[in-house]
């Protein structure tokens, strides 16, 4: 029997799982999610490699030989997080159940343990595999051992043997030594060679072999100042070289027969489990009955045959549609593959969806489906003239509520998160770019029906955590029927007239062209405006204004360097006119009619669900919550957007200043909340409060300050961002700051508590329960740490704003549907609602989209509805 030893780098692995996973602790408040994470790899590992022996090694302490050679040897670390420090007594007691060794030696690294015990196996006929978060540990890679580096979060692994060094890399195991020791180690403290990153080290040793031999043939490197920082940084060279040398012969007092591994017993591994609170992975232990996706795929091949029967379909199936194509209004379907709890599974291609079996389970609302991306397969199937119900889960929107920093919610990545069965990325199925192509069919098959058997397994799983996170509500009650509006929005899409948005690029490129020929005469030759260097060289040169920043290619001509040259020269204007109108043309004229679906003339766009942070929506292909309003001639291009009936009108609803009305319910402020009953204009209350004067002598810009202050509070605002915004002294800006929380008091408190909660939980929510994580709230570092502390104050505003529209869109649609009326939602741009409807609806439809607007929640002050309608989008204001 082969003997085969796994090595873990216990301090990495566990950082790496701490910084990767939310801050969790389970019901005696203890932290958890290094622990969580350490155990979900571990459990990965035993499972895949069976190991015969197993060590998990811990760096001793702070200070290590290696601090005799150089004194500021990991110097620049910040202190470790106490939240993670009360997890390592944690994760050794889990070792301790698992029957599985740990060590830590005085003075030397995990690192030197795992080197060393690495040599005494090789040598004793061992595979060795080692586990870490830190691609220091490649230097001992060699025929019989392989490092695996945690990617992706933490379930994820990237396996390095020497064949994979070298092409993955481009060097050859013996070299990472020296790689290292020329890049140095930022993290580390390691200096290496400035001006020396992996590939110019990559080159050198391809070329040179090693450091030695680099330094003896100094004369042949190509480049004077890589020459000249080797020149200068040779000692620096070779003491990192020394630094980062994995010590393979470290004095440890264990041997290979103390790392025997038998297994763990279920019982003790289950107690610790359950005290911690790891319910998915008590799953996980209690039961390994489960079928195996590699066992279903082998029976799969004669399932796939186009007919299907009813007796496929048990009224729970997961179901999954496969598209290539991100763009699923015109993607192309390559089939769909179907699991259920009784053990049924099978896939279809494209064509089975027309058959009457199909149909019918699809549109039986008694049928529940569980699926990934509901919107999307709402989209594709109602292109297919199939209307979808009986939806009752989403894995894309659970796992972006119970996740909403992770940027990647598809199957396997969320598989590999919840350290389910391992599974294949698409990109590894279909390739990328060029290269993309569809497998033949039991490849693709195989694929699918796994997604399908992986959503099933992991649904329980994940609506358990919604349920520990008091987000289930959120889930089934907002999110989830929000999914199927937002799809049907999507398909409906808005009209566009092709003809008017064509009129208006040619107005616009009368105007460019117009301001191309007036920026020419003021330079007094004609030169490429689009060309930095030419336009460069016309202001800083020909004309002589005053240089206010330079680049590595000349000097700089950003917008923001523009902005500060206005007040030189009139050419300035035209140039920031010229740049914004060029935007217009290309982006949203040229841009748009694009995307103008032939067969409809309307514009399908794709509202983002599971996106943003604070839960708002975005919308892409064509994003058209970011037409630009400021400039009239954006503003005219929502002239364009027309109803898509003759007799019918454009419609617009737009909460009334839903933020600060948020803030004054969340902070209770007396005042605030007051003058929201009031029905005072709050930048005149607020006006009055900074600057100490009756209402009637508040002026335009004293109101316009007092906005600024407004949505400044909202958003955290320093006396910097104050001062930037309004032009005035930080001096000034903190004393509006200042007066303002004087005012109203309560939003101070509010402001102060939110983030004191933040620092206690690792989160903050929203009024639907919302969560988002801040891990950098206690961060040592002055930015992140103050960046995590304004988005603690705005995120319970901004998205309990959201979750508000979001109710409301219900609520409407709820009404509309009802009421059997002919309107419809379009469109929906933050705090604002676009309908068409039939003119003779207008006035009913007023009336119910204020009352399910204003009455979507009730807090502690009015909402408030501004609405208007017309030919266009454009009128509709």
Excluded: C
Excluded at 31 to 44: D, M, W
Excluded at 49 to 57: D, G, I, K
Excluded at 194 to 199: C, N
Excluded at 725 to 731: S, V
Aim: hydrophobic residues 35%; charged residues 30%.
């Amino acid at each position: 029997m082969t003997k085969k030893l796994i090595l873990m780098d216990g301090n990495s692995i566990l950082y790496r799982a701490f910084f990767a996973l939310p801050l969790l602790n389970n019901d005696k408040g203890v932290y958890t999610n290094a622990v969580y994470g350490f155990s979900t790899i571990l459990l990965k590992m035993l499972e895949e490699e069976q190991p015969t022996h197993m060590l998990v090694a811990f760096d001793a302490g702070k200070t290590t030989f290696r601090h005799e050679t150089y004194k500021e040897y990991k110097g620049g670390r910040q202190k470790t997080p106490p939240e993670l420090s009360e997890q390592f007594p944690i994760v050794k007691e889990l070792l301790n159940a698992f029957g599985i060794s740990h060590y830590e030696l005085d003075q030397y690294e995990a690192d030197d343990i795992i080197g060393t015990m690495a040599e005494q196996a090789k040598k004793n006929d061992f595979k060795v595999k080692i586990i870490s978060g830190d691609r220091d540990l490649l230097q001992l890679v060699d025929d019989s051992v392989e490092v695996a580096v945690t990617k992706k979060g933490i379930s994820n692994v990237e396996t390095y043997t020497p064949s994979d060094l070298k092409e993955k890399i481009g060097i050859r195991h013996d070299q990472v030594i020296d790689m290292k020791a020329l890049m140095g180690d930022s993290s580390d403290n390691i200096p290496g060679v400035p001006g020396v990153g992996e590939k110019t080290a990559v080159k050198l040793l391809n070329q040179f072999g090693t450091v030695e031999e680099l330094f003896e043939h100094l004369d042949e490197v190509s480049g004077k100042k890589l020459k000249e920082n080797l020149m200068n940084h040779k000692e620096e060279a070779f003491m990192s070289k020394e630094l980062v040398t994995i010590n393979r012969h470290s004095p440890v007092k264990i041997n290979l027969d103390d790392l025997t591994y038998k297994g763990y017993e279920n019982r003790k591994v289950l107690e610790l489990f359950k005290d911690l609170g790891f319910q998915s992975l008590l799953e996980r232990i209690e039961s390994n009955e489960n079928e195996k996706p590699a066992e279903i795929l082998s029976k799969l091949d004669y399932l796939i045959p186009e007919d299907i029967t009813e007796d496929m379909f048990t009224g729970k199936d997961a179901f999954v549609l496969e598209m290539l194509d991100e763009n699923y209004h015109y993607g192309k379907i390559l089939g769909f593959a179907v699991v259920n709890e009784t053990g049924k599974y099978f896939f279809k291609p494209e064509t089975a969806l027309q058959s009457d079996v199909f149909k019918k389970w699809a549109e039986d609302e008694s049928n529940e489906k569980y699926l990934f991306d509901a919107k999307k397969i709402t989209v594709a199937l109602k292109n297919k003239g199939i209307d979808l119900r009986g939806i009752t889960f989403d894995l894309l929107l659970a796992s972006y509520l119970v996740n909403p920093a992770e940027n990647h919610h598809d199957i396997p990545s969320i598989s590999h998160r919840l350290n389910e069965k391992d599974i294949s990325y698409d990109e590894e199925i279909y390739g990328k770019g060029a290269k993309q192509k569809v497998p033949e069919l039991k490849t693709l098959s195989e694929h699918v029906v796994r997604k399908a058997d992986m959503l099933l397994r992991m649904k329980d799983r994940v609506i358990e955590q919604l349920k520990e996170n008091q987000q289930y509500e959120l889930f089934h009650e907002l999110e989830l029927p929000l999914a199927g509006i937002l799809g049907d929005m999507e398909h409906e899409g808005v009209t566009v007239d092709t003809n008017r948005l064509e009129k208006m690029g040619e107005d616009l490129k009368n105007r460019l062209d117009q301001i191309e020929k007036e920026i020419h005469e003021l330079a007094g030759t004609t030169f490429n405006l689009n060309s930095p260097k030419q336009l460069s060289h016309i202001l800083f040169e020909k004309l002589n204004l005053p240089v206010i920043k330079k680049t590595k290619t000349g000097y700089s001509t950003s917008a923001e360097v523009l902005e500060q040259l206005k007040p030189y020269h009139e050419i300035i204007p035209k140039i920031l006119m010229y740049r914004q109108l060029g935007k217009l043309y290309s982006t949203y004229i040229e841009g748009l009619l694009k995307v103008v679906d032939q067969a409809d003339h309307k514009i399908h766009t794709r509202f983002n669900q599971a996106l943003t942070q604070t839960g708002r929506l975005s919308s892409t292909d064509p994003n058209l919550q970011n037409i630009p309003i400021r400039l009239e001639e954006g503003r005219k291009i929502r002239q364009a957007f027309v109803p898509s009936h003759k007799g019918w009108v454009i419609f617009a609803a737009d909460y009334s200043q839903i933020e600060l009305r948020v803030l004054a319910h969340v902070a209770g402020d007396e005042k605030l909340i007051q003058a929201f009953r009031d029905d005072m204009d709050i930048h005149t209350k607020t006006a009055m409060d900074i600057f100490h004067v009756d209402k009637d002598e508040v002026d335009s810009n004293m109101r316009r300050q007092a906005k600024a202050v407004n949505f400044g509070i909202v958003y955290g605002i320093s006396d910097y961002g104050l001062s930037q915004n309004l032009g005035i002294t930080r001096k000034e800006a903190q004393k509006f700051i200042d007066r303002y929380f004087e005012s109203y008091p309560g939003v101070k408190n509010y402001m102060d508590e939110i983030v004191q909660e933040a620092k206690q939980k690792g989160y903050v929510t929203t009024i639907m329960k919302r969560r988002r994580y801040l891990p950098d709230i206690t961060s040592r570092n002055f930015n992140r740490r103050s960046f995590a502390e304004r988005t603690a104050m705005n995120t319970p505003i901004q998205g309990s704003a959201a979750d508000i529209i979001k109710i409301a869109m219900i609520h409407l649609n709820n009404r509309l549907r009802k009421e059997q009326m002919k309107a419809k939602m379009l469109l929906q741009v933050h705090d604002e609602l676009i309908l068409e409807a039939p003119e003779e609806e207008v006035v009913q439809l007023e009336q119910v989209v204020r009352e399910e607007m204003e009455e979507a929640v009730q807090l502690k002050v009015p909402l408030k509805v501004d609405t208007a309608y017309g030919p266009t989008w454009y009128d509709a204001k």
